[in-house]
């Protein structure tokens, strides 16, 4: 692999949680600012705790030299009486993320979800299936969001999630199938496909030529398994520790990093570990996470 080199970044999301609002919510920007920055990490998604205005924000990123590399928006664009207002929220996110320099747009369709659909009963715990109409609804509103990123110079990348009506391997291929190639990029997360039952690896070469950014994460097989034997919901599988970094659960990430470098991506890859920070402590895995990286990466390049 000739000295190949990862452009690693970091999750704040390892922190502070975005949706279980009190897991991580006594650390402060300065906090994650100061690991990062001793972790080595020079990019990172937006996080709850970050300055709002993008000036302050920007020049303090710089101060630490980090980018800022996304920040995730979920969109109802199956749902076309709601297409005008989406589309303006989603273009008012794509000039924030324009301005701080980033590349891609993290997007993910909400309608029918069980983790950010409005319209639903928190209480319901099962997706709730687009109809063929919806589908094509949304179909319709990622490309408008797409020609909109395209705009700034920058990409839609769509984030297939456990929890939504993209997660499992037929659902990703419906979406590539029926979207735009030229406006509509996969955002390539180990994580979701593994716990949405598809093989990563398989995943990454079935539609290499649609990735446009990436997360990695692991799973732990033993929480997963529990998970599915108990109908555990998302959430509270996320509290309960399924996720982690590379190297510390069942995913194999040696021939998804030979895979990554033969079609030529070198941009981002976030390392993301969505867990209780109070457990599992976020500087220390992302170390290990790191470490488990960098024995990978040294095996592959010792092959030449």
Not at 99 to 125: A, F, H, N, W, Y
Not at 222 to 240: K, L, Y
Not at 262 to 280: R, S
Request: net charge negative; glycine share 10%; hydrophobic share 35%.
């Amino acid at each position: 692999m000739s000295g190949k080199t990862l452009k690693l970044g970091i999750s704040p999301i390892n922190w502070v949680n975005e949706d279980v609002l009190e897991l991580g919510d006594h650390y402060t920007f300065e906090d994650l600012m100061n690991d990062f920055e001793s972790l080595g990490f020079k990019a990172t998604e937006n996080c709850r705790k970050f300055p709002k205005d993008p000036v302050e924000l920007k020049q303090k990123l710089a101060d630490r030299g980090i980018q800022l590399t996304s920040q995730w928006k979920g969109v109802l664009f199956s749902d076309p009486s709601r297409r005008e207002e989406e589309l303006a929220a989603y273009r008012k996110h794509v000039e924030f993320l324009s301005q701080m320099g980033s590349k891609v747009v993290v997007t993910c369709e909400l309608g029918g979800s069980i983790i950010g659909d409005p319209r639903r009963d928190p209480s319901e715990r099962d997706v709730k299936p687009l109809s063929d109409e919806e589908w094509n609804a949304m179909v319709e509103g990622l490309h408008q969001a797409g020609e909109i990123c395209r705009e700034y110079g920058m990409k839609l990348v769509y984030h297939y999630h456990i929890g939504t009506n993209v997660e499992r391997g037929e659902e990703i291929d419906r979406l590539m199938a029926t979207t735009d190639p030229s406006l509509v990029h996969m955002l390539y997360d180990t994580g979701h496909a593994y716990y949405g039952g598809t093989d990563p690896l398989a995943l990454l070469e079935k539609h290499a030529d649609r990735l446009g950014y990436v997360h990695l994460k692991d799973v732990r097989q033993d929480v997963r398994d529990r998970v599915s034997q108990e109908g555990i919901p998302f959430q509270t599988a996320v509290i309960q520790g399924v996720f982690t970094v590379p190297g510390d659960g069942a995913i194999d990430f040696e021939p998804i990093f030979r895979k990554l470098n033969e079609i030529g991506y070198d941009d981002w890859m976030i390392i993301e570990a969505e867990q209780d920070p109070g457990v599992a402590n976020p500087y220390e895995y992302a170390k290990k996470g790191i470490q488990y990286i960098d024995g990978v990466m040294a095996k592959l390049n010792s092959e030449g």
